[in-house]
């Protein structure tokens, strides 16, 4: 792969969110199409987005991966707060920011997100109609309609007594947390992944990613502030049909962290899109070959909505 990287940074309402912008080798003076990435549920850009945005730069696409405020190279106290308003913000001036790079052209712009920021690009595209493509990689588009509890409970091997047991210790820290949000003290904690009841994730199936995640991603952070619990996204009916630019949804088919079905049931009545499944696990799907299966189908779709054909190249010319 050839590409470049620089390390950038950009104002969003008062915050400093680092970045990095990936650059195919310049060629030309011609101006690149864009692809803006929106991370996932605590996740930094030290992990799973390089992955993507080398490979869209080593093949024509200047692309943007950062951090939302308050997680990972980017500025906002207190550290490891979830608010998906203020993301949205985040993203919003993310892409101000491409839309103002000399290499960049502004009416070329894709949105990417996987998993909660799945969630941000549709609500995004949805209100900017200049955005000319969407990728939702596993979008959780909704918290509640959107989950897959059962899936969940039938692969855990846990039962109903101790889904809620579980459940109402997590509510309580939200709560603990919430009112500690008023009160201007410091947040109250959950783990990403840990224990039933003290974590978002506790699949003991999972260990081995999230120990893979700690060591090859330096400035992730095995906590988030329990407030998400009351934050998380909900989908607005009729989100999808105000998308004009074109959607692609690449789904894994056993993913017990969001419902493919749900999100099908939503897009379907969109003005254009295109849905990609494969066989894996909501958090497999970054790795392997299936991983590969992704970039390439996703890459294929970028080229075919951003990229200008040999015949238009000749009659702009």
Same mark, same amino acid.
């Given at each position: 792969m050839k590409f470049e990287r620089q390390r950038v940074s950009?104002? /969003?309402?008062?915050?400093t969110c680092g970045g990095y912008l990936f650059t195919p080798p310049r060629q030309t003076t011609a101006r690149l199409p864009c692809v803006v990435m929106a991370n996932g549920f605590s996740g930094t850009m030290d992990w799973i987005l390089p992955d993507f945005a080398k490979a869209f730069a080593s093949s024509g696409f200047a692309t943007l991966i950062f951090d939302y405020r308050h997680l990972g190279e980017s500025e906002g106290i207190p550290r490891q707060l979830i608010e998906p308003s203020e993301q949205l913000t985040d993203l919003r001036n993310a892409i101000a920011f491409v839309k103002r790079q000399d290499i960049v052209d502004p009416n070329r712009i894709a949105l990417w997100g996987t998993? @909660?920021?799945? /969630?941000?690009?549709?609500r995004i595209a949805?209100? &900017?109609?200049?955005? /000319?493509a969407v990728i939702g990689n596993m979008p959780a588009i909704d918290a509640i309609k959107g989950s897959n509890v059962k899936a969940?409970?039938?692969?855990?091997?846990?039962?109903?007594?101790? @889904? *809620?047991? $579980?459940s109402v210790k997590l509510l309580v820290a939200g709560v603990v947390d919430t009112v500690?949000?008023? @009160?201007g003290f410091n947040p109250c904690y959950l783990k990403v992944f840990g224990k039933p009841g003290k974590a978002f994730f506790a699949d003991p199936a999972l260990a081995a990613r999230f120990e893979n995640?700690?060591?090859?991603?330096?400035?992730?952070?095995?906590? *988030? $502030?329990?407030?998400?619990?009351?934050?998380?996204?909900?989908?607005k009916e009729g989100t999808f049909e105000k998308i004009k630019a074109p959607i692609l949804l690449t789904l894994a088919t056993d &993913? *017990?962290? *969001? +419902?493919? &079905?749900?999100?099908?049931?939503? $897009?379907?009545? $969109?003005? +254009?899109?295109?849905?990609?499944?494969?066989?894996?696990?909501?958090? &497999?799907?970054y790795h392997g070959e299936v991983l590969t299966s992704v970039i390439e189908d996703q890459l294929a779709f970028l080229n075919k909505k951003l990229m200008p054909s040999p015949r238009q190249s000749v009659e702009t010319a």
């Open positions: 950009f104002m /969003s309402r008062g915050i998993s @909660l920021g799945g /969630s941000h690009v549709v949805a209100e &900017d109609q200049t955005i /000319s969940k409970i039938k692969k855990t091997g846990g039962t109903n007594i101790q @889904l *809620v047991t $579980a500690r949000g008023w @009160l995640l700690k060591k090859n991603s330096p400035t992730w952070r095995n906590k *988030v $502030a329990a407030r998400f619990l009351f934050k998380a996204p909900r989908y &993913d *017990v962290e *969001v +419902s493919i &079905d749900y999100i099908k049931e939503k $897009a379907r009545n $969109a003005r +254009s899109v295109e849905i990609k499944e494969y066989p894996s696990s909501h958090f &497999d799907l």
